[in-house]
Every structure is written in C-alpha cells, then in structure tokens.
C-alpha cells in the first residue's frame, strides 16, 4: 500500500515539526511548505517557498501537485504580530490574515482536485485557543477565528467527496518562539503554567497526536469539529 502523502505548511519548526515528525514515523510520506529548512532528522520532502507570497505559493503547489497526488493537509504556518487593539495596524492585520488564512486557502485549492479524484482526503486547520479571547491578539485570533469559521464551511462543501475537514486549536505548548516569549524562569510563564489544569505546557507532540487522529483514515465521520489541545485551560474558561 502506497503511503499517504501529506502537505505540512510551516512544518520546519515548533508544532509544525512535531507534526510532520509524528506523521514521518507513521508512514506518511510528508511534503513541508516554510520559509525556514526542516529541524535535522526530519525525514521530509521540503520546498523552500514564502506562504506570504501568493504566486510562489501557487507556483510550489503547482509543481509539487503536477508530480504527485496529495491527499492530506495540514494547514499549520502562523505568525502573531501582537499589539493592543487601538495600536494594531492594517499593515499588521493584513499580514496575519494572509498568512494564515490565505495559505490555507491556496493549499486547499491546490489539492482539493487529488482528493476528488481518490473520493477521500484530509483538511486538518492549526488554529488555538485565542478564538475563544486572549489580549493583544486581535490579528492573530481574527485569523485563527477564521481558520476556525473555514473549517465548518469546507466540512459542508467537500463532505459528499469523502473528505473530512477539521481543526485543532492548541493551548500553551512549549516551542522554541514560546520559550523565547516567555522565559521559564519569569513569573509571567510561572503563572501561564500555574494556570493550566494538567500542571504543564504542551508539547508538539500533544498537537501531533490530535492532528494523526484527524488525518486517519478511520476517522471518516469526524468532519467539522474543533479540538482544543489545551491541557484543560479552556474547560469553563473564555480567556
């Protein structure tokens, strides 16, 4: 049986590498889109390519969709740009939105033909916990929010062509750009830790796991759903 070939965007780093780490060891044959090269040791096909940039986007999926049939996706690559509402900027804005929304878009659109044609296929959105409210995120939740909007409409339109369209909105999960932000040892993280359930940040790989459960192919009657990997901080919790 030919393994399952699936597309990570921004899958060279942070929960991008824990998730095609995960699918790699599975059996997957997994394509990474970013703008960075892999973390070493992942056992992936990569494509330098800027998913902020629409016609090298389209050109990257051209070629790789010309050369094989890609059935699963994971639309994972995000930037933040946080600011307060009154000092987020259209500029700012604007760049969120494409990137994290408009690739996803791209890539559906590039791969939606492969998975018509096999009467089957996978959408799976990182999208997070701020849709339910964080401070400072108004670009990064408005575009997590749509990611989030998008899954429920493509699980509607592509439901009768055997594809399942989901989302998977982690909580605080320990990468590298989240080390950086918060360092272990200021109160600020203490507290974010203190403050989740399970006692612990996440890792990439709690995102994999909820991201490989999706993408099976024994989940065929799972379509529209949100899963929040959050160790338990969104249970009764809006912000």
Request: glycine share 10%; net charge negative; hydrophobic share 45%.
């Amino acid at each position: 049986m030919t393994s399952p070939h699936v597309l990570v965007s921004g899958g060279a780093r942070g929960i991008g590498a824990g998730v095609a780490r995960l699918l790699s060891e599975t059996g997957y044959h997994v394509i990474v889109l970013d703008i960075l090269p892999p973390e070493a040791g992942l056992n992936v096909e990569y494509h330098a390519v800027d998913l902020m940039d629409a016609d090298a986007t389209r050109e990257t999926l051209a070629k790789i969709t010309e050369k094989q049939d890609v059935t699963h996706l994971v639309n994972n690559v995000g930037i933040v740009r946080p600011a307060r509402a009154e000092d987020t900027s259209l500029d700012d804005f604007a760049d969120v939105i494409n990137l994290n929304v408009g690739s996803a878009l791209l890539c559906m659109q590039a791969l939606l033909p492969a998975m018509r044609r096999a009467s089957a296929g996978r959408i799976v959105s990182v999208t997070s916990r701020v849709v339910l409210g964080k401070e400072l995120r108004t670009a990064y939740s408005a575009s997590k929010g749509a990611l989030a909007a998008m899954t429920r409409t493509w699980a509607l339109e592509f439901a009768r062509d055997g594809i399942t369209v989901n989302a998977v909105a982690p909580g605080p999960i320990g990468t590298e750009a989240f080390m950086m932000n918060n360092p272990p040892e200021a109160e600020q993280t203490k507290k974010i830790v203190a403050g989740v359930p399970v006692g612990r940040l996440g890792t990439p790989e709690d995102v994999a796991h909820a991201v490989a459960f999706f993408l099976d192919e024994r989940s065929s009657f799972v379509t529209g759903q949100t899963l929040f990997v959050c160790g338990g901080l969104t249970v009764g919790l809006s912000t």
